[in-house]
């Protein structure tokens, strides 16, 4: 065999054996010179292979300008703050903060122009991104849009092991097209309003000129999949007794799960279509296996959950009686009392004619009063393609301002542990049980509500959209049609399949030889 030939073979070998790994033949860290925004800025630019990470040192560093990361390569941002304990519910978080990120930005007043971030990461598709191991500090102006936004196409995103002192603002807003899941964080609400995560899915299928979630509410639930942002084993707390202090928001088509985590004076909520301009609500929402706890007395805390927007599935969740409600499902576009209506075709219009009397085409107007089914109202899901701003929105179907055909895909509850002072609080005549909601039934026969048990005692006569939880699968089936179950759910994958990774991969082996004989 000649020398070239040999030479060949070795580069053949070493090419195979990188592809067989499934890792690439290059890692790289990259070392920010400290923790202020130009320093990172300059080390993020240096980024130039996927598998870098890029290092943040100790320091306390106020940022007073948006430090802007587009994403081309898998990518890690790491930092030297730790977080130590379960994150979960039965145990707690605590803080180490080394690397501290002060946010010192100037904003608009309540949220207006301008609503910069300190951090923006635009991700990309088919990369990681991770971001891990900082001390985030909010002092600045307040922010809606949040502290950290992130953005883009990238569905492998992961956010952990990071602290948030957050006080009047939003910590984290997810945008765009973007999923993956916020894990073993640290969330301290020193007291009043507060977002620490708020979800947008604005830019669905990234094919939504608008950004308002138009898209999202076209396509299908998909309830177990990976198409959700995940918020799981992460503490929330609040010092702020007796006031509203929400860990979360959802609007524009957003989509979370909201699992495993450990709650402390804090309550969760989605937001309305007609909350917020053309903007349309929160797409869809799971809620399980979380604990929540307050201080203050008796009904001290309004409700665990306000669900104010399209389908969702709560199970398996401890609240105790600090809470007045354990959850509210509400549609509020049926009077002023949160958020004031234009009419159509300048706005959404009240849902029904109770209130003022005109009502909107909007919505199903089945019951001409109560405006039923309401638009986006929790209990419904997927819809026609809605098109345009206002005033030229219409349903595509039909290029009118009409009823987008929604599917009733009803929220079911199950399971829960609550000693909340009332239990579930919905008006009787915008949401209805056993069509908008099924409550988790202890006798189940089949008729109405949820039940659970084993798949063997499942009943075998069942009415449209009851549903039936068995515990030996962990699968929830629904009722398709009289007498006949068909699979509806099962839960994603837990942990997430991005907590059990570095987020950036390994190095490739070294020390490896070919021998040609």
């Known amino acids: 065999m000649t020398r070239m030939s040999r030479i060949m073979v ?18 790289q860290t990259i070392n920010a010179a400290s923790c202020n925004s130009s320093d990172v800025q300059a080390a993020l630019s240096k980024v130039a292979v996927d598998g870098t990470t890029v290092s943040i040192p100790a320091g306390t560093c106020t940022w007073t300008t948006t430090l802007t990361y587009n994403q081309v ?15 979960a519910p039965g ?22 122009s301008p609503d910069n971030p300190a951090l923006q990461i635009n991700t990309a598709s088919n990369k990681t991104f991770r971001l891990s191991g900082i001390t985030f500090q909010f002092t600045g102006s307040q922010t809606c849009g949040g502290s ?10 992961r956010v952990d092991h990071n602290h948030f002192v957050q006080q009047f603002s939003t ?34 299928g990234n094919n939504d000129s608008l950004g308002v979630g138009d898209q999202s509410w076209a396509a299908a639930t998909n309830f177990g999949s990976s198409q959700f942002v995940f918020v799981e084993n992460n503490e929330f707390h609040s010092n702020f007794t007796g006031a509203v202090s929400y860990a979360n928001d959802c609007t524009s088509g957003g989509r979370y799960v909201w699992r495993y985590n450990f709650m402390n004076n804090i309550n969760i909520q989605t937001h309305p279509t007609g909350g917020g301009q053309r903007h349309r609500g929160c797409r869809a929402t799971e809620v399980y296996k979380n604990s929540d706890t307050g201080t203050g007395g008796v009904g001290a805390n309004f409700n665990f959950f306000w669900l104010s927007s399209g389908p969702s599935l709560i199970w398996g969740n401890t609240v105790d009686n600090t809470f007045h409600f354990f959850v509210t499902v509400h549609s509020m576009r049926r009077d002023n009392s949160t958020y004031s209506q234009s009419p159509s075709p300048i706005g959404w219009g009240y849902c029904g004619t109770s209130f003022n009397g005109i009502g909107s085409n909007w919505d199903q107007n089945s019951n001409t009063s109560a405006g039923y089914r309401c638009l986006d109202q929790p209990g419904q899901g997927q819809s026609d393609l809605l098109v345009n701003d206002f005033p030229n929105a219409v349903n595509l179907s039909t290029g009118t301002i009409a009823w987008p055909h929604q599917a009733l895909e009803p929220v079911y509850e199950w399971l ?3 000693s909340a002072v009332t239990y579930w609080n919905a008006p009787a005549d915008a949401e209805i049980a056993n069509a908008d909601y099924y409550l988790y039934a202890g006798s189940f026969t089949g008729a109405t509500g949820t039940g659970s048990g084993l798949l063997s005692a499942r009943p075998s006569t069942c009415t449209p959209r009851v549903a039936y939880w068995a515990t030996n699968t962990q ?5 398709a049609t009289t007498n006949t179950w068909t699979t509806y759910y099962t839960p994603y994958t837990y942990p997430h399949p991005l907590t059990q ?9 070294s020390n490896l030889a070919a021998v040609v004989q």
């Open 501 to 509: 990774s570095s987020g950036t991969p390994p190095a490739a082996p």
């Open 171 to 204: 910590g984290i807003g997810w945008s765009g097209w973007t999923f993956g899941v916020v894990d073993h964080n640290f969330f301290e609400a020193p007291g009043g309003v507060w977002n620490a995560v708020k979800f947008q899915e604005g830019n669905w």
């Open 416 to 418: 829960n542990n609550s």
């Open 148 to 157: 950290i936004r992130i953005g883009g196409t990238g569905q492998q995103t």
């Open 475 to 479: 699968t929830l089936f629904q009722c």
């Open 10 to 27: 070795r580069l053949l070998f070493a090419f195979l054996l990188s592809v067989l790994l499934g890792k690439p033949a290059h890692t």
């Open 91 to 112: 145990g707690s978080c605590s803080a180490t903060d080394s690397t501290v990120i002060v946010d010192n930005l100037t904003r608009g007043a309540s949220c207006g």
């Open 73 to 87: 390569y898998s990518t890690a941002i790491m930092g030297q703050s730790t977080i130590t304990g379960t994150c």
